[in-house]
């Protein structure tokens, strides 16, 4: 690539989004000689996602390393995700072996912390421009492919060149519209509210989860001493909450088995969530365009997976296209192979996701291994690998794992026990 070829860009990439993706990608980018812009459409900073399960899965943990953010996430107070997790046959919890090495973990940290954190540290990057602000208002068309974005800039507008424009910039993506990439949108029959809450005690000071078929809640503790409780419910239990939504959050809450003594903490934030929250799936590229995070796949919040798959895909973005990004290689073939590694890594995870998105009970592979893993540690922490997705749902439901799950439930005694009715399950 020639000298001029290379000037004919103001940069080899812009992404539009400097959140938990954006920033991600921008950093592991210039860390391999890539010129990339960072557009943020605020202004402040210290912006953060106010929706989110501040959840950090397992799988995002080798990313946040290469990232060299676990010493500040550590030091900012982030919390190990341990979990144990309540089904009608008990709570799973998930055990390292006798003399195993640990299970993988990554962090439950607050998007007030972290989001300023990754942005911050991707501002610090030789080879990054973050520029706040600017908000893309369109794209820039060459030879049949994106080569650039408009946007409107505290100063005007103006126009940005790159080899490759990314799309980080949430499920409702301007880039994925203006590229007319529409999204596939799977409907969610669960609907979702949550608050935080200081100084609430938790068994073993990890995150609680319960799976009520078909509701949803779970407690996680963050930096800060603040824990994050949320309700997931059936929409058939919506009126109630509109209704009344303290006494209907509140009253869901204490009903838990086990539940969390939130009238005995303080609550620092006010209750809110959504009430519909699709389920959405893009192609993950089109030509001079890719798409990470949530303007790639948007999960269920049910799970969680949001953080951790927005990290993920940053990496697996710049592992396929940092080379060609530069005019070294052929782009076209990278963002091929960035789309392929993409849909190994989340189609399998996404379709469960809305199928279970559905709010129907656990269907029998299900039953058997949650069940399972509610009886027998080694099949826990087969679950907290899946649950951590650092397994595909081939693996989880592997005929070996079937087989043993299959022996678990047989010797259980008590495994034919009707399942325990909750007054608070809406079934």
């Given at each position: 690539?020639?000298?001029?070829?290379?000037?004919?860009?103001?940069?080899?990439?812009?992404?539009?989004?400097?959140?938990?993706?954006?920033?991600?990608?921008?950093?592991?980018?210039?860390?391999?000689?890539?010129?990339?812009?960072?557009?943020?459409?605020?202004?402040?900073?210290?912006?953060?996602?106010?929706?989110?399960t501040h959840y950090l899965?397992?799988?995002?943990?080798?990313?946040?390393?290469?990232?060299?953010?676990?010493?500040?996430?550590?030091k900012a107070g982030a919390v190990r995700n341990e979990a144990r997790w309540y089904t009608r046959w008990g709570w799973i919890e998930p055990r390292a072996a006798p003399a195993g090495p640990e299970l993988p973990y990554a962090y439950n940290v607050r998007r007030s912390t972290f989001d300023p954190l990754i942005r911050s540290h991707a501002a610090?990057?030789?080879?990054?421009?973050?520029?706040?602000?600017?908000?893309?208002?369109?794209?820039?068309?060459?030879?049949?492919?994106?080569?650039?974005?408009?946007?409107?800039?505290?100063?005007?507008?103006?126009?940005?060149?790159?080899?490759?424009?990314?799309?980080?910039?949430?499920?409702?993506?301007?880039?994925?519209?203006f590229a007319g990439v529409p999204a596939r949108q799977h409907e969610n029959e669960r609907f979702s509210y949550f608050a935080h809450f200081r100084d609430l005690p938790l068994r073993d000071g990890i995150t609680h989860s319960w799976f009520l078929e078909p509701d949803m809640a779970y407690a996680m503790p963050n930096d800060d001493g603040v824990t994050v409780v949320a309700v997931i419910p059936d929409k058939k239990r919506l009126p109630a909450f509109r209704e009344d939504l303290e006494g209907s959050f509140l009253e869901f809450v204490r009903s838990l088995p086990e539940a969390p003594p939130i009238d005995s903490a303080e609550r620092i934030t006010k209750i809110t969530g959504t009430v519909n929250y699709p389920l959405h799936s893009r192609r993950p590229t089109a030509p001079g365009v890719a798409f990470i995070g949530d303007a790639a796949t948007t999960g269920d919040p049910l799970w969680g997976v949001g953080c951790g798959w927005a990290l993920q895909s940053a990496q697996w973005l710049t592992e396929a296209v940092a080379t060609a990004a530069t005019g070294r290689g052929d782009l076209d073939k990278a963002l091929v192979a960035y789309a392929r590694r993409h849909r190994r890594g989340l189609r399998g995870h996404q379709h469960l996701a809305a199928d279970y998105a559905k709010a129907r009970p656990f269907n029998p592979f299900e039953r058997l291994m949650f069940s399972a893993a509610a009886r027998d540690e080694s099949m826990a922490r087969h679950m907290h690998l899946f649950a951590s997705r650092l397994i595909g749902p081939l693996r989880f439901l592997n005929p070996v794992a079937l087989a043993k799950a299959s022996v678990v439930n047989v010797r259980h005694r008590g495994a034919a026990v009707p399942p325990v009715h909750l007054s608070h399950t809406g079934s």
């Open positions: 690539m020639t000298r001029l070829e290379r000037d004919a860009y103001d940069y080899d990439v812009v992404i539009s989004g400097a959140s938990v993706a954006g920033s991600a990608a921008a950093v592991l980018l210039a860390r391999r000689g890539v010129r990339v812009a960072l557009l943020e459409r605020r202004s402040d900073p210290a912006a953060y996602k106010v929706l989110c899965q397992p799988c995002a943990y080798p990313v946040l390393d290469e990232l060299g953010l676990i010493p500040a996430l550590e610090q990057t030789p080879g990054v421009d973050l520029l706040l602000g600017h908000n893309v208002t369109g794209l820039i068309q060459g030879a049949g492919r994106t080569v650039g974005v408009r946007v409107s800039t505290p100063d005007g507008e103006r126009e940005i060149r790159a080899r490759l424009v990314v799309g980080a910039d949430g499920k409702d993506s301007s880039v994925a519209k």
